[in-house]
Antibody, heavy 120, light 109 residues
């Protein structure tokens, strides 16, 4: 059974850097084709895809946020980390990590999400 | 930019409804990699359809997907109260990225 769980600060100040960790089980980021992605959702608004990292360490970012995002993986710890720089109140959202199956362009397992509020 | 979905749709129990998802020649129109997600309030999204028309194991066959040109569609037949939720489409893009739609709120009358 695949499970994912997001962790990180619930409150960050404007201009700070956000670091979120996705810890997963039941999947291996060493398996060909597998990926883990990040998606966010501001309160009452739509889902927004942020980034995806593949088993081979290839990475993809949302074009509109690319300059602020970095995604990395630690296969030995079963973790994927997302950092977002220069946080702003508009970045207040629930952040989800999710599993991308081999060669699939969708997410079949999602974490519960973590709400991050940006406020001074 | 985000795929275009109607903000809301509604239907009575037992009826069928269809939610559209319109993209461009760089996403929906170019690939059969459209997926659909259901999200109940306060919950994580749940995959309902992948690759335009495939249902994951455990998803009711009342849910079906299709695509024509730049528009993908999710149809729910035999509407039930538990289907009331937000629905999002997503597509792979020519930039090797993913994009979501703006979401559709389904109300079961």
């Amino acid at each position: 059974q695949i499970t994912l769980k997001e962790s990180g600060p619930t409150l960050v100040k404007p201009t700070q850097t956000l670091t979120l960790t996705c810890t997963f089980s039941g999947l291996s980021l060493s398996t060909s084709g597998v990926g883990v992605g990040w998606i966010r959702q501001p309160p009452g608004k739509a889902l927004e895809w942020l980034a995806l990292i593949y088993w081979d360490d290839d990475k993809r970012y949302s074009p509109s946020l690319k300059s602020r995002l970095t995604i990395t993986k630690d296969t030995s710890k079963n973790q994927v980390v997302l950092t977002m720089t220069n946080m702003d109140p508009v970045d207040t959202a629930t952040y989800y990590c999710a599993h991308r199956p081999s060669n699939g362009w969708f997410f079949d397992y999602w974490g519960q999400g973590t709400l991050v509020t940006v406020s001074s | 930019s985000a795929l275009t979905q109607p903000a809301s749709v509604s239907g009575s129990p037992g009826q069928s409804i269809t939610i559209s998802c319109t993209g461009t020649s760089s996403d929906v129109g170019a690939y059969n990699y459209v997926s659909w997600y259901q999200q109940h309030p306060g919950k994580a999204p749940k995959l309902m359809i992948y690759e335009v028309s495939n249902r994951p194991s455990g998803v009711s066959n009342r849910f079906s997907g299709s695509k024509s040109g730049y528009t993908a569609s999710l149809t729910i037949s035999g509407l039930q109260a538990e289907d009331e939720a937000d629905y999002y489409c997503s597509s792979y893009t020519s930039s090797s990225t993913l994009v979501f739609g703006g979401g559709t709120k389904l109300t079961v009358l």
